[in-house]
């Protein structure tokens, strides 16, 4: 079974201050995701990534950056953390080849600005 | 861009009973899609991908079948379980970006 580490399990922040979520993953893959899921609903792609050193932008990237120093390592700042940014993140990775490979999720990180 | 509508923010069944969560969506290009389940405090798993059109895929007494005249890949079981209650996911990937867009997903609730 593929493996996506993310770390911290969960952190609490002050507004204004920066975050940085980590994760890791052993599965050799090319692409990375950073997603956010608010409480009872969808998952958001902020950040994605299919090569270290480039990032792309998601669908809801304001307020976010992401890193991709290496291949199995991909990071997401808040450089100013906000109330709204209080929510569960989930990192995951895919081989993606021709689209039909699954993702391998993270167990995600709770983060709660206050 | 692409999206995905699932219709029914909660479904809530006795178990026993049959049960299908809606999934349509929009892209430009042939789609993959997939199923994901959440369950409560864990981390999204596939449950289901799609196969060619009109094609129906199984998993765990699960199935969907992909019908792109509809772009449809609404999720079927014949008898749900207390254990399936979760939150589950419709998901769609971009065929030439990588990037796999979800639904607003669908919360199952099974009651005895």
């Known amino acids: 079974e593929a493996a996506v580490t993310q770390s911290p399990r969960s952190k609490v922040a002050v507004t204004g201050g920066k975050v940085t979520l980590s994760c890791h993953q052993t599965?050799?893959?090319?692409?990375m995701y950073w997603y956010r899921q608010d409480t009872g609903h969808g998952l958001r792609l902020i950040h994605y990534s299919y090569v270290a050193d480039s990032t792309e932008k998601g669908d809801i990237p304001d307020g976010y950056k992401a890193s991709r120093p290496s291949q199995e390592n991909f990071s997401l700042i808040l450089e100013l953390a906000s109330l709204s940014q209080t929510a569960v993140y989930f990192c995951?990775?895919?081989?993606?080849?021709?689209?039909?490979?699954?993702?391998?999720f993270g167990h995600g990180t709770k983060l709660s600005v206050l | 861009g692409d999206s995905v509508t699932q219709t029914e923010g909660l479904v809530t069944l006795t178990k026993g009973l049959p049960v299908m969560l809606n999934c349509t969506y929009q892209?430009?290009?042939?789609?993959?899609l997939f199923w994901y389940v959440q369950h409560l405090n864990e981390a999204p798993k596939l449950l289901l991908k799609s196969s060619t059109d009109n094609k129906r895929t199984e998993h765990q007494g699960f199935y969907a079948t992909l019908h792109k005249s509809s772009s449809s890949f609404h999720l079927q079981k014949s008898s749900v379980q207390l254990s399936d209650s979760a939150l589950y996911f419709c998901a769609l990937i971009g065929a030439n970006t990588g990037k796999l867009t979800f639904g607003h997903g669908t919360i199952l609730r099974v009651h005895p």
């Open positions: 892209t430009t290009y042939s789609p993959f």
């Open positions: 995951a990775s895919s081989a993606y080849r021709d689209g039909s490979e699954r993702l391998f």
């Open positions: 599965n050799n893959h090319d692409y």
